[in-house]
């Protein structure tokens, strides 16, 4: 009997020492896994400290950045992806949607930009810039960056005196104050007054631009690569990558010092052009301080009003501005957002108006023989010179001459984005600052109204440019000759344009054709 209850024995007792066994397994396990989670938030904190006590959570702040704005990038391609899912374009319902969502991830990008700082507000600044292309949502909804940015604690400002002055600004000035008067995309301005009273303005930089600025750029120029993969018609990423060293070069503050001098004596004829002076006493790569310049900004329509100043002229001023820079001196202020932007009336005759030119660290330089077929092609597109428009056109380097043509103008392009991106693309890289140069200018006349014709000015601008070096009798008829040829031409297209008008709104009177007016609202036709 023995033998046949053995067996079941056997088995029980295999059970009971194996059940007892995985008893004991199940905690070695658990204390296993506690031991790995208690291990890897041990590493993690321990890396945390480290990185706070060795770089200030640079780099925990850089890896905050990153995350976030591949959620911000991610959440807009799932709405445009999502919402836009079995639509088509035509439909009613696609054009409907179409701009709620624009406008839902340009408030995405914004808080994003205005969370993260630095870099990626002055990528959004030139979003905004490239109004007659980007949708009007996101140029709306980003320009809030010109305005909305970052602010430090005072205490960062004294530490950074101390480290490149070797003194706190109180000590530096006769007084110094803290609160900023204005903060830009890498830096705060506030005002202080000198040991001898002068009234100054002092740009601090943010104390972790730096350091953080290479992280930044790479992970813009991934997500950009990232987003060109999942949506082909995203064809922005080479900007930037063609910017690299362009935007580096706006960190030190005194190249931005000197690109100040040297606007001031390229632009010294022009009485309406002011630029404030530089007080290289206080003045180090990451700290500017200029001459105070009391103004309003030359968005500030009430301002303007209240100063009695004409936006017609301050509009004509501007543009002779940089339409001196661009085809004359080569030297072009690339970033002349209203905020770079003050109007003031003269100092010497308050009778006329100043405009003050600020924030002179991005700037590009045009080689000669880019400056004069610019000229050249700017000048046939206000002549309707098409032959001369492609030849100038080809010469630089860009075969699709009527679209070159519209970018100048910046008319109207988001209906041909595709040709758009690859004239821009095709035309030399230092055009690139030029463009939103002219995209900057042109949104701040669309803002007044466009009271004044653009291109007509600039146009005159690159005439006079083109006028030879040598002043002898012959060159000065020639030059009157040119001069008087092409205001007789703009004459006859203005009279023309008047004649047609004025018919077309007779029949509209005695009703034999319905209101064209509309049809007329344009300056130049490419």
Known sequence: MFQHIRPVLNITTRRCFHSSRALKSVPRKRSLARSLAYGLTGSIAGTVLYDGVANGFENVAGAQRFLRSFAIGLSISVDYAWSLKGLKEGDG??????????????KKLLAGCLANGGLYIKIGQG????????????????????DRCLTRQPGEVRALFVQDFGAPPEELFASFQYEPIAAASLAQVFRAVTQSGEQVAVKVQYADLRRRFDGDLRTILFLQ??????????????IVEDLQGTLREELDFVHEAKNAERCARDLARLDFVYVPKVLWTHTNERILTTEFINGCKVSDRKAIAAMQLDLAEIDRQLFTAFGQQIFSTGFVHADPHPGNVFVRKDPANPRRMQLVLLDHGLYEQLAPAVRENLARFWEAIVLRDHAAMQRFSQALNVPDYRTFAEILLQQTAKDHFDRIMGTLRAMPRNLILVIRNLNTIRSIALDHGDPIDRPRIMARCALA????????VRNFLWVTFRKLRFEFLLWRQSFHYWMVSNYLKLLTRVGRAPDTSHLMNINVAV
């Open 127 to 146: 979003v905004a810039a490239v109004n007659h292309i980007i949708p009007k949502e996101y140029v709306e909804t980003l320009r809030q960056l010109e």
């Open 93 to 106: 319902v696609y054009e409907a949607l179409l701009p709620e969502i624009h406008l839902r991830s340009a």
């Open 225 to 238: 690569r990232l987003v060109a993969l999942l949506h082909k018609n995203y064809n922005f990423g080479w």
């Open 465 to 472: 440019a083109l006028g030879p070096a040598r002043r002898t």
